[in-house]
């Protein structure tokens, strides 16, 4: 069984009930989350072995986040203990025309106050066959691109396959910043994950005759953000999820998956997504197009596979994709009628 191993920040994840707004809730659902967590967890549910490396307090609240993980069968073995404090996002969901809130309260968490000294990578990679983190991780300090460099030097000398998605977060580095560090950081990556905005404000690389906030992709576009990307950092694959926002509650979700090697382009089908909860749903993506390469699928079965378990998170309460790899094949098969099972 292929062991993958992902490395970022878990954090609180604190949400009014229903779709109520941040200043008329009197009361907050309580769970966990965050980008590379969310991955683990997918690829734990398709019964991989996905291992989950972050730092934490050793307080109740920092077990609590050790506990979600196990609760999916994610291996918390190289999780430091450590800190003061567990990263918290305030998450207001959007509905219709009003779109959702983030706010960020992940100053000084344990992980944001990590060193490279508090990571093992070569025992963390013993039989490691694949490595993801994401480019919100490096994004918490100077300190974590350091430990992220580390993390990705380790992993290339053990011949272990890495993957990023790009997921470039303005609220926490400088579009100069991100570009820096990720530009240094994709020198060792394989697999880029990226979005219809990742690839312009990390590196200035932008589609054609392509308008998000209209809902306008030019899938010739995207081939072409996709080539421009590989030929720079020499990746083998580029994925990019293709978002059509209507509104908040209902979107068009596709994607496109490139092979710089064969110069395949392979486009998903789109689903049109009424949309429970958003939030997770480009680290489905990744999750189901890791599953999708380590087992060997055909690009275009692979990002049929990505697309169609990011399409199910979308219908998930939380960060967590709770979906099974049989209810995964059967959408990415055709069977979207979503009649009961009994």
């Known amino acids: 069984m292929p062991k993958i191993v992902t490395f970022g920040e878990i954090m609180v994840r604190l949400q009014p009930y229903n779709y109520e707004r941040f200043v008329q809730a ?10 590379e967590a969310n991955v683990a967890v997918s690829l734990a549910n398709y019964g991989m072995d996905a ?5 934490l307090p050793a307080h109740a609240i920092g077990q609590c986040a050790v506990n979600s993980l196990r609760r999916y069968g994610v291996d918390t073995s190289m999780i430091v203990r450590g800190g003061d404090r567990v990263g918290i996002y305030f998450n207001e969901k959007g509905a219709s025309q009003r779109g959702s809130v983030c706010i960020y309260d992940r100053a000084h968490s344990a992980i944001a106050e990590a060193t490279t000294a508090d990571f093992d990578w070569d025992k963390i990679f013993e039989g490691a ?3 993801h983190f994401t480019g919100i991780t490096p994004a918490l300090g100077p300190n974590v691109v350091e430990i992220c460099r580390a993390a990705c030097r380790a992993a290339k000398a053990k011949g272990v396959k890495i993957s990023c998605d790009l997921n470039y977060r303005g609220k926490l580095w400088t579009r100069q910043q991100a ?12 697999v880029c994950i990226s979005n219809e905005e990742d690839a312009k ?4 690389i932008e589609a054609e005759a392509t308008d998000i906030t209209a809902g306008e992709l030019n899938c010739e576009g995207y081939k072409s953000v996709a080539k421009q990307l590989a ?3 020499g990746f083998e694959k580029v994925a ?4 059509e926002s209507h509104s908040a509650s209902d979107n068009g979700w596709s994607a496109m998956l490139y092979d710089a090697k064969s110069g395949e382009t392979c486009f998903s089908r789109k689903y049109e997504l009424h949309i429970v909860d958003r939030v997770g749903g480009g680290d489905s993506f990744g999750g189901g197009l890791i599953y999708s390469l380590l087992v060997g699928k055909t690009t275009q079965e692979a990002v049929d596979f990505a697309v169609a378990a990011s399409a199910l998170k979308h219908t998930v309460e939380g960060d967590y994709n709770m979906v099974t790899l049989a209810e995964v094949e059967k959408l990415a098969g055709g ?7 009994r």
């Open 26 to 35: 009197d009361h907050l659902e309580f769970s966990f989350g965050g980008g």
């Open 51 to 55: 291992a989950y490396v972050t730092k």
């Open 129 to 131: 066959d694949w490595f």
């Open 179 to 190: 570009r820096e560090a990720m530009t240094d950081l994709c020198q060792y990556v394989n």
């Open 201 to 204: 404000d990390v590196f200035g």
């Open 231 to 233: 030929d720079k950092f």
């Open 240 to 243: 990019i999820t293709l978002r």
């Open 335 to 341: 069977d979207g009628s979503g009649r009961i099972q």
